[in-house]
């Protein structure tokens, strides 16, 4: 049994590499079956041949990676795609985590402190003036807010704050700052008041009503036709 | 084994050293064995307020460095028998003398020969600060209803919160002025309770007599009519689990005639 299978499917080539192999081992066969390939009737030097490279429950190290792809560079017109696998690693797995969940967070930001969260937050504490709450994703506050909030950080623009934002100190969205005590009347004491920056690359208010045209895809993702 | 509480603020100038010489008078009054430590170094105060500044022979710094023994740098105030102690600051050094490691062990060496341990607090939350809450086992955070004592008061329960000690803080509002607070100048005392968060141990009011009888080095709750030294009394019994009511705030009105007469000056 070989532990590197060409095989070619609807969208393509695909390569799978038997994860039960050592790595070594998959580094000759690899090569073998690349030396084979060349000389076959399925490869013509002008097209080129591009194929993924399935790993199945192994995940390749950026070095592994980079040794297969400079054993295909190597060859005329051969190319890798992506590599596939069926597990990720740790990093990655709390990344995609991190970016897709919603913290709850129910406490009172003191003066001085800094709360930095990663992905979206709702907020049902409080923040004193000089506390600082600072997430890369969007927040979307209950609580009272006499301090700072920073959303989208530290340079995401799309990113949204929605609440009472009216007694704040500021609200940063990415690398924009509004210092609100500069604009209190057009910032309403609604709960459903939105921050946003608009095309221009300022800060906006507006209303949860109108959320469709402020932002497509937040609206898109929370269910809106 | 004895308590160690620290009083402490963040902002300087709200009245720690006052607090602290007066609380612990109080307990000391009441028949509890009480130990000052001052850990404003280089800007040591407590001795004077407490008039001993003329017995220190050693400090804690001499202490600490285990130059002399910490019993020998202890002073005693022979006012109150064998009840109060203070442990000065040193004078000719700066705050970065002492680490925590070393302020703890005197703390710890303190607690049992003492009921409790108050350490007074410099201003600030540099090394001073992080030394002063080291080794105890509750704090108590005065502020004044300015709003900039109230801000820095904030500040210091966030870095309490993140250094948990064995009981929660606990706020003394110091130097109210009745009349300001009446008319809606400064915050009032359920305001500033309820922004902070913590428990209100006791209100002071500000009145003369308190600067006036530590400038003689006797703190003013030796006097037991004055408004302020009642406010100390009162918070030194609720240190010791009593319960007391909260003291109520009255305005001085000012009578007819009186109004009449300043008419016409």
Redesign the interface.
């Given at each position: 049994m070989k532990s590197v299978v060409l095989k070619g499917t609807q969208n393509g080539f695909e390569i799978t590499l038997d994860d039960s192999e050592n790595f070594e081992t998959i580094k000759t066969e690899f090569t073998e079956l690349l030396d084979q390939l060349v000389h076959s009737s399925d490869y013509s030097e002008k097209k080129g041949m591009k194929f993924d490279i399935i790993t199945g429950n192994r995940a390749l190290s950026a070095e592994q990676k980079q040794t297969l792809r400079d054993i295909v560079n190597k060859r005329d017109n051969l190319f890798i795609n992506e590599f596939k696998a069926d597990v990720m690693s740790n990093d990655e797995a709390y990344h995609l985590r991190d970016e897709n969940r919603v913290t709850i967070i129910d406490q009172?930001?003191?003066?001085?402190?800094d709360l930095k969260i990663k992905g979206d937050v709702l907020f049902l504490g409080k923040i004193?003036?000089?506390?600082k709450l600072i997430t890369n994703g969007n927040l979307f506050c209950m609580g009272n807010v006499d301090g700072i909030v920073q959303v989208g950080f530290p340079v995401d623009e799309s990113k949204l704050a929605v609440g009472n934002f009216h007694n704040a100190q500021q609200v940063r969205i990415g690398e924009q700052i509004e210092i609100i005590e500069d604009n209190r009347e057009k910032i309403s004491e609604d709960l459903r008041t939105v921050v946003y920056v608009n095309g221009l690359h300022t800060i906006s208010y507006s209303n949860l009503d109108n959320i469709k045209e402020i932002s497509p895809k937040f609206f898109s993702r929370i269910g809106g036709i | 084994m004895g308590e160690a509480i620290v009083i402490t603020s963040g902002k300087g100038g709200v009245g720690k050293t006052t607090t602290s010489a007066n609380i612990g008078t109080a307990l000391a009054l009441m028949g509890k064995k009480v130990c000052l430590m001052d850990l404003d170094i280089g800007l040591r105060n407590l001795d004077v307020v407490l008039g001993l500044d003329n017995r220190i022979m050693y400090d804690i710094v001499d202490a600490a460095k285990d130059e002399v023994s910490l019993t020998k740098a202890l002073v005693k105030d022979k006012r109150f028998g064998d009840n109060f102690y203070l442990l000065p600051a040193a004078q000719n050094t700066d705050k970065n003398a002492l680490t925590e490691a070393e302020v703890k062990k005197i703390v710890d060496e303190l607690k049992p020969q003492f009921d409790y341990v108050l350490i007074d607090c410099p201003a600030g939350i540099e090394q001073g600060f992080l030394n002063s809450v080291a080794g105890a086992d509750c704090a108590i955070i005065v502020t004044t209803p300015e709003i900039s004592a109230v801000?820095?008061a904030?500040?210091i329960?966030?870095?309490l919160?993140k250094h948990p000690m064995k009981e929660a803080p606990r706020l003394i509002i110091n130097r109210i002025r009745p009349n300001m607070m009446d008319n809606g100048d400064v915050m009032d005392v359920s305001e500033i309770t309820h922004?902070l968060?913590i428990k209100l141990l006791g209100i002071v009011i500000d009145d003369d007599q308190v600067i006036a009888t530590s400038n003689h080095g006797e703190p003013i709750v030796l006097n037991p009519d004055n408004p302020a030294s009642e406010g100390y009394r009162n918070i030194a019994r609720r240190i010791l689990g009593e319960t007391v009511p909260l003291m109520q705030i009255k305005v001085k009105k000012e009578s007819f005639w009186k109004k009449l007469k300043g008419a016409f000056k």
């Open positions: 009172t930001i003191h003066n001085g402190q004193h003036k000089g506390g | 801000r820095d904030d500040r329960v966030g870095l919160e922004h968060g």
